[in-house]
Each structure stands twice: as structure tokens, then as C-alpha cells.
């Protein structure tokens, strides 16, 4: 059974304090490469996968604007498959992902118990959406409408999560922490809840009456300007905050933490919200010191 997210990224936490004595004499590899191929003289390049937007295009900005000052330089790498980073990272193709929740990385970590991952700091939160293309309002969908959710375990729940917050569904109350479509209990519509995967589900939205679309894939479709949102997840206590992850190894890297202390900076907290006007909203807590 899946652990809390507070008590896995605990010990995730946990798990890494060993690795990181160790890695304080050795440094990541792409600190051994520092001054080499790894990037310009001087500076520390960290590879870190993200998914296109918002996280690649937050990486660019600290890339930009940010990094040099801090003897950083980012390499960006984008994936646009959700279940492609975290094997990247625990192969040692990356130094860093940035894309996930706490939920997503339990999940695969249940999955993958040799991929020796760990949670560095929340970075921002992404609303999750209730978006159609034929009605304006939640309480116009019709009676047996089909709605698509991520087909993923973790954004299913977070889906499912909102369609119950909304009353369009009631949950079995020893559901958990991680409702599957199983677990619904009351459906007064009779709607039809389709696990589609969650990229596919901004291009799916035409053959479906709604669908709970992750912040990120309805960015890069344009839904918040072309579709309808008829419910947005809220922000507050939101345990669904995206992160920064790294090899446990490497979690007590100088260059990690300077990362992490990057993506907390006023100045891309002001890119974020500029950028994306409440979609994309910063962490409220910055990291421990």
C-alpha cells in the first residue's frame, strides 16, 4: 500500500542522509565534469529533465537569468512522456528531474524499489482543471456524460479528488488516498469516467463530454484560452505540489541545493506568476535550511 506522501518523502529523506557524506567527498557527475565538457569553465552544468512547459520554461528562465551568478549552468531536457524521467534519472542519464508530485514519485518508486530517488523541495502547484469544449458550466453536464481523467494511479486520485470536491461523483469513504474509478460510490449523473493517459486528454477533449486535465498538458494545449474550465483544484493545504528530485546520492550536492535555492528565488516566484497568472502558483513554504 502507498504511504502518505508526508511520511514517504520523509523517508526519502531519511534514506539519503548516509549518501550524502559520501557525496560531499565526490560531488554529482556532472560536478566532476566542472570546467570540462561538462560545461564553460568555472561553472557546474546539472542536467535536469522537465516536461515542456511549465517546467522546462522555468528551468530557461533560471538558466538564463539566474544560474551563471550561482556558478550553475542548466541543461534542460524535455520529455513529453510522464513515465520517461524518473528511469532517466535513476539510470544516471540525468542529474536532476523536475515534473512530479510526491504521490507520481511513490508510485513509481513502489514500482521501480531499485530506483534510489529522493524529494529535494515543492516548487509550485498546478491546478488541475475540469475542462469541456460543449458546455460552460459543471452543472450543465448531462446526464451520462463521459469524462476523461489521467489514467495514471496518482493523477487519477487527484482527478477523482476534484470531481468528488465538485459533487459530480462520491467516493467510497475508505477509498484511501488513491481512488480509483472502483472506488466511486454515488453517481447521480451516470457519468462514464474514462481513464485516458494524461497527454492524450487536451486532444481527447472532442470526444468527450469533460475531462480533469493536469495543469502542464492543459498549458501546452492552450485550454484555459480555447476550452471551457468549469472547476479549478484549489490551491490551499494542496498535497499535489511539483518538485525538484534527484538521485538520493546526490541530495546533499552543492549544486542541487543551489538549484532548489533558485527555483525558490523571488525572481522566478515573479516569472511564474506573471507567466501563467494563478494557473502555475509557487510554493507557499520555501525549503528548510
Given amino acids: 500500500m502507498i504511504r502518505s506522501a508526508s511520511a514517504r518523502a520523509a ?9 550524502a557524506v559520501l557525496l560531499a567527498a565526490c560531488g554529482s557527475p556532472s560536478e566532476r565534469s566542472e570546467g570540462g565538457d561538462g560545461g564553460a569553465e568555472g561553472l557546474t552544468t546539472l542536467r535536469v ?13 533560471v538558466d538564463e537569468n539566474l544560474a551563471e551568478d550561482a556558478g ?4 534542460v531536457v524535455e520529455y513529453t512522456d510522464y513515465n520517461q524521467p524518473n ?19 511513490e508510485e513509481y518508486l513502489d514500482g521501480n524499489p531499485d530506483a534510489d530517488l529522493s524529494w529535494v523541495s515543492d516548487v509550485h502547484v498546478e491546478a488541475f482543471g475540469i475542462y469541456a469544449d460543449g458546455i460552460d458550466d ?28 465538485e459533487d459530480v461523483i462520491t467516493l467510497a469513504e475508505d477509498a ?9 460510490e454515488d453517481n447521480p449523473l451516470d457519468v462514464t469516467v474514462t481513464p485516458v493517459e494524461a497527454a492524450q486528454l487536451p486532444r481527447s477533449l472532442q470526444d468527450l463530454d469533460a475531462a480533469v486535465v493536469n495543469g502542464n498538458y492543459a498549458l501546452e494545449a492552450d485550454l484555459p484560452e480555447t476550452a471551457n474550465a468549469l472547476a479549478w483544484e ?3 493545504d494542496n498535497p499535489y505540489a511539483n518538485g525538484l528530485v ?23 516566484r515573479a516569472f511564474m506568476e506573471e507567466r501563467w497568472q494563478g494557473i502555475v502558483i509557487p510554493a507557499e513554504a520555501a525549503p528548510s535550511e
Avoid: K
Wanted: charged share 20%; proline share 6%; net charge negative.
Fill in 138 to 165: 459543471l452543472a450543465d453536464l448531462p446526464e451520462g456524460a463521459q469524462i476523461g481523467v489521467p489514467n495514471d494511479a496518482a493523477n487519477m486520485a487527484r482527478a477523482l479528488d476534484l470531481l468528488a470536491a
Fill in 234 to 236: 484549489s490551491s490551499e
Fill in 49 to 61: 529533465g522537465a516536461t515542456p512547459v511549465p517546467h522546462a520554461e522555468i528551468l530557461e528562465f
Fill in 87 to 105: 528511469a532517466a534519472l535513476a539510470e544516471g542519464e540525468l542529474d536532476a528531474n523536475y515534473y512530479q508530485t510526491v504521490p507520481f514519485l
Fill in 72 to 75: 550553475l549552468a542548466i541543461e
Fill in 246 to 268: 534527484v538521485r538520493s546520492e546526490d541530495s546533499g550536492s552543492e549544486a542541487v541545493a543551489t538549484l532548489d535555492e533558485l527555483l525558490h528565488s523571488d525572481e522566478v
Fill in 176 to 184: 484511501g488516498g488513491t481512488p480509483s474509478v472502483d472506488d466511486i
Fill in 11 to 19: 523517508g526519502i529523506a531519511a534514506t539519503a542522509t548516509a549518501a
